[in-house]
């Protein structure tokens, strides 16, 4: 049977507004499952055009798939969402990869054909479910030296990227992080992030925390604006003694959900679907675990090589802020400048926050709202480390620039 | 007026010192698209969807408060709108009832109807707009509270919204009555008012809510907070326009009262007085004037706590929702064995029933057995034809359908089809002889484990059971035409009968969904015996010389579900012949067999009445009965009459309870209400004799205690 590779596209992306884990923190007394749930309702109401039993698989991240964030989460969303029972549905895991990997697993499915239309996102309670939540580690790690102990310690693998590239300072990762908040700030101010924001009503019992009864969430919780160096000196090296990584140059603990529509060129256009982003290549890519963070230089390398650009053809980059280390090792490595304008143009995990495993949406529902204002972009990527190691890059086209959909 | 509001709530609240209070807490949010400010009650009792939010005078006075807060952001401009939506599941279901049967004064009873005005209506006169938003179930006073918002929307997951009111012997009197016609039109509201809370308390769901016009908006209840919210601000910031249809205030609303007092007088005929007092209002709230609307519903809430109707029907409802579930004497439930399979003794109409009944609710193997095979055959038919009928009106789902006719099955030999069984009923000709031949061949071939069960009407389980040699595992199981929907279930204890098989019995039924009560093994338990009293009296009296029609006159202000000739028309005069020759043989001296109730019999009618269509279908004496019957010459008048059967309903009652039939007239009363009908507003019948002066005319005491069904000394 002869068989085509299908073009793949970035349909739409919403998520909620991300919150603080832990007690005081807006999610707290609200489910995972309802918070991805109600994030692929708002995808449904916001794409009319999309006849949900049209959709060919829901496949939803967690890190921790247990309890609330168990159970199949792909599927049982897919029903709790109010989907055809006839849409099926699982879960994906990859750490604060796992809504980039949901992306990449159907996209790679659509482009084979075994599928027109899928739902991909991802979701992550770190209050509900906090790191680490009943791992047992194979003793082997440890014993046989398979990797470091710190490992498994993601602040940890940030202070050592610090040690592997000592001219990274904890005075540049501070400066980088004041800007992420002065750019996710001003992105707010301008609106460009609410436009793709769920809102989320959420209870609260406990009078200690703040006002109880029902409230809506309609804005991140973790933005802190007005950040400055000084404020951040002070702050603790809660990893090591004298360290370089604060609460104030890391993305915090926190609670969230991503959705995202990935369709094919051809079902998009004829179910008359917008088409905001076109994939070009994506890969992943392992390193030493201990030091995580270097992860999207060579997943960067390999999805380069495969779309056959250079780095030098990427005018947008929508990089995780895991760490401030960590986005600067990568700028580093391909001589970017710690300010370049093309770089998370509205701040990044930093101001927003990162939860985990339905991070990777957020990336490129940002990325393509850039593409969209502006059309003399055409490539852009997509980037997160990971952990135990790992990178992951996806490159994407801007289908508004002249020449999109042409070779290079 | 805030202040004297809540010193009126602060009074009423130390009358109630029990209260589960509600709180209603404010918080503050920002409404999307830069919509604004805005202010959401929560109303929540603190407890989870297992014990729904109730309004007392404390909760009163904790929205209030909520209001008075909200009040001064809106005058001073720092608010957009106010809201107000409930717990997870619940938005509040209506007043604490038991706050309503502590009350002893009229004055108090007024006062919390005024008081609940008082706060509820705050909310339709602040300087914002207001929006309830129904995420869970809403009655009587919860649907009230919304409906003094300007705004409401309802979530598709709401299983239930009622004003159930004058079920109860109320009137929706926080405004329902009011304000409900005035918002969707008097005929619909006479609906919801009276039809549904006289239909058993039918319920509404979400999507009928939004089409009855009461909400404006219908949201999905996944997300249905924030899409309430999303309306909310679209409708503030003008984007959406909320239209409702015009209100008939012409003919229309007239004849939507009319139409109420009929529905009121075919349940209740004019015997209790709520229905019609909701009417009074609904007509009188025509011109739209709500504050005149406000104040009569305070006085007929007040008037109608301090009535002995309400005090019935709370405890009747108490009785059915509460000593349904717990019956009184029955053995620890522990005890209680399990039933893996049934088997029917008999293939006739009931046991068919019975059959259909068992495998519905047990989803367990059921066999029927009967002396031919065509008898059988008729009897699993019937089983699948009902089968099929669930299927067609989507009931039940193809599934669901095969497996329960895989599950019933019919055979001559009972060795075959009781090998195995664990629980087993019979419904055989109601004769002793057959019966304990019955059993004896049911033994013979039965597990020694199985439980026997006889749905006998008026036989001696005792007797039925005493030759058999494990007589200890008979019980009698009574049943109540029609089986499907009548829920009482008479479970009788033979002299023998042991705890284990009582427990089983217990058990079943509630699987069955039943509500069981335990009867002591007499002369046709407790409703036949009662009816029959009843019935007996009034063909007495006809015998005697009354006229028919002045007999059945007399016992309408009861307001029974039917007159007493129409229900032997139902039971079957035959029937109701075979049970007073049982009841005369076992009480002579209370008990007559009527001569003509024979003749009737013998000449095969089926009734007293004629129908014809140029009569309207109404009841007439038929001529052949009339030629048939042997009048005395002692004419009564309905007075007398009612006296007289009513006399004699208290006197067997108290003898009934004096002979341990039942524990308590408590469970008297659930018989009847749950086996014969009888309505809330006489709480069963012995809240009705003891305020009437009956008891205490017949039997020198009331039935109850002062205040367990009437207004506490």
């Known amino acids: 049977m002869p068989r085509t590779v299908r073009d793949v596209v970035f349909v739409d992306g919403v998520r909620t507004p991300f919150g603080k884990a832990g007690p005081k923190g807006i999610y707290h007394e609200t489910r995972a499952d309802d918070l991805v749930v109600k994030a692929i309702r708002e995808l449904l109401r916001r794409n009319p055009a999309l006849d949900p039993a049209k959709i060919d698989e829901v496949a939803i991240a967690a890190t921790t798939q247990i309890g609330d964030q168990g159970l199949t989460l792909g599927r049982t969303a897919g029903i709790l969402a109010g989907l055809p029972q006839s849409v099926p549905g699982y879960s994906i895991d990859r750490m604060c990869a796992g809504a980039l990997t949901a992306v990449t697993s159907v996209a790679g499915s659509i482009a084979f054909g075994a599928y027109d239309a899928v739902i991909a996102g991802g979701v992550e309670h770190m209050g509900r479910h906090p790191m680490g939540e009943g791992v047992d580690p194979n003793p082997r790690f440890v014993s046989e030296k398979l990797v470091d102990e710190s490992a498994l310690f993601m602040g940890m693998t940030a202070e050592n990227l610090h040690d592997r590239y000592p001219h990274i300072t904890k005075l540049r990762a501070d400066e980088y992080a004041v800007r992420s908040q002065e750019k996710a700030a001003k992105a707010y101010a301008d609106g460009k992030i609410q436009q793709d924001l769920v809102p989320i009503s959420v209870r609260n019992t406990n009078s200690e925390v703040g006002e109880t009864g029902w409230g809506l969430v309609t804005a991140d919780e973790p933005m802190r604006p007005g950040t400055t160096l000084e404020s951040l000196a002070g702050l603790k090296t809660p990893f090591r003694v004298h360290g370089n990584v604060t609460a104030g140059n890391a993305a915090g603990l926190n609670d969230g959900a991503t959705a995202s529509i990935i369709a094919s060129e051809e079902f998009a256009r004829e179910n008359n679907l917008p088409v905001k982003m076109r994939l070009v290549s994506y890969a992943f890519a392992g390193v030493e675990p201990e030091v995580m963070g270097y992860g999207p230089i060579p997943a960067t390398e390999k999805a380069l090589a495969k779309a056959g650009l250079s780095i030098g053809d990427i005018d947008l980059f929508e990089i995780n802020e895991a760490f401030a280390v960590q986005v600067l090792a990568f700028l580093d490595h391909y001589g970017i400048a710690d300010d370049d304008a093309r770089v998370n143009q509205y701040g990044g995990a930093i101001a927003y926050g990162h939860p985990l495993a339905s991070s990777g949406v957020r990336l490129m529902t940002q990325l393509a709202r850039q593409f969209e204002e502006q059309p003399e972009v055409r490539y852009g990527l997509t980037t997160m480390c990971v952990g135990f190691g790992m990178g992951a890059t996806v490159i994407w086209e801007n289908p508004h620039h002249k020449d999109a959909g042409g070779s290079k | ?713």
């Open chain 2, 1 to 713: 007026m805030s202040t004297t509001t809540a010193e009126l709530l602060k009074g009423a609240a130390e009358l109630f010192p029990d209260e589960v209070v509600t709180s209603a807490h404010v918080r503050h949010l920002e409404l999307p698209y830069g919509a604004g400010r805005f202010a959401l009650i929560t109303l929540d009792n603190g407890f989870d969807h297992t014990k729904p939010t109730t309004f007392g005078p404390g909760s009163l006075a904790n929205l209030n408060t909520a209001i008075d807060q909200v009040e001064k952001e809106a005058a001073e401009g720092s608010i957009v709108g106010a809201g107000v939506t409930g717990k997870p599941f619940i938005f509040a279901v209506g007043a604490d009832l038991k706050g309503v049967e502590i009350l002893k004064r009229h004055e108090d009873a007024l006062a919390i109807g005024k008081s609940g005005h008082e706060v509820f209506k705050r909310l339709s006169a602040l300087a914002v707009p207001t929006f309830a938003y129904y995420n869970g179930a809403a009655m009587g006073g919860g649907v009230e509270v919304g409906l003094h918002c300007t705004y409401r929307t309802v979530s598709k997951a709401l299983p239930a919204f009622s004003l159930p009111e004058v079920f109860l012997g109320l009137v929706p009197g926080w405004g329902g009555c009011t304000l409900l016609p005035n918002l969707i039109g008097a005929e619909k509201a006479v609906s919801v008012i009276i039809e549904n809370s006289l239909n058993q308390n039918r319920q509404l769901k979400g999507k009928q809510v939004f089409e009855l016009g009461i909400a404006d908006a219908l949201f999905e209840g996944a997300d249905f907070l924030e899409q309430s919210l999303v309306w909310t601000a679209n409708v503030l910031k003008g984007d959406v326009a909320v239209e409702r249809p015009e209100v008939d205030r012409g003919e229309g609303w007239d004849q939507a009262v009319a139409k109420g007092r009929f529905i009121a007088d075919s349940k209740v005929h004019g015997a209790a007085p709520a229905a019609y007092r909701a009417l009074d209002i609904i007509a009188a709230s025509k011109d739209g004037d709500l504050q005149a609307g406000f104040d009569a519903e305070d006085s007929a809430l007040a008037d109608l706590i301090m009535g002995g109707e309400l005090r019935s029907g709370i405890y009747a409802f108490n009785l059915v929702q509460k000593r349904a579930k717990r019956p009184a004497g029955a053995p620890d439930k522990n005890l209680a064995r399990p039933v893996t399979k049934v088997g029917v003794v008999g293939a006739g109409l009931m046991a068919s029933q019975l059959a259909l009944l068992f495998l519905r609710r047990l989803e367990v193997p059921v066999v029927l057995t009967d002396i031919d095979q065509e008898r059988v055959d008729k009897g699993v038919g019937y089983v699948h034809a009902e089968i099929d009928k669930l299927l067609a009106k989507s009931r039940i789902n193809q599934d669901k359908a095969n497996r329960l006719k895989g599950l019933v099955s019919g055979v001559l030999d009972k060795a075959e089809g009781f090998s195995d069984a664990d629980f087993i009923i019979e419904a055989v000709f109601e004769e002793i002889g057959v019966k304990q031949q019955v059993f004896a061949e049911v033994e013979a071939v039965a597990p020694a484990h199985a439980i026997l069960a006889t749905n006998t009407s008026s036989l001696s389980v005792t007797e039925m059971a005493s030759k058999l040699k494990h007589p200890e595992r008979v019980v009698g199981f009574h049943f109540f035409n029609p089986v499907a929907i009548l829920p009482l279930l008479e479970i009788v204890r033979g002299e023998q009968t042991d705890d284990v098989s009582l427990a089983t019995a217990f058990g079943v039924a509630r699987k069955l969904k039943k509500t069981a009560v335990l009867v002591k093994d007499a002369p046709a338990f407790v409703v036949n015996r009662i009816l029959t009293r009843f019935m007996g009296e009034i063909q007495n009296v006809i015998d005697e010389g009354t006229p028919v029609a002045v007999a059945e006159k007399a016992v309408e202000p009861l307001g029974l579900p039917m007159s007493p000739l129409v229900l032997l028309e139902l039971v079957g005069p035959a029937i109701g012949l075979h049970v007073s020759e049982t009841l005369n043989r076992a009480f002579p001296d209370r008990f007559t067999v009527s001569e003509n109730l024979a003749a009737v019999v013998k000449a095969g009618k089926r009734g007293f009445y004629v129908y014809s269509a140029e009569n309207g279908f109404k009841p007439e004496l038929d001529p052949e009965v009339a030629a048939l019957l042997k009048q005395g010459d002692v004419a009564l008048t309905e007075e007398q009459t009612r006296d007289r059967v009513l006399d004699a309903v208290a006197q067997e009652i108290g003898l009934m309870l004096d002979e341990g039939v039942v524990a308590e007239a408590q469970d008297i009363d659930l018989c009847l209400i749950t086996g014969a009908g009888w309505p809330f507003h006489l709480g069963g019948i012995t809240p009705y004799l003891d305020r009437e002066g009956v008891s205490e005319r017949v039997n020198g005491k009331k039935f109850l205690a002062q205040g367990v069904a009437s207004v506490p000394a």
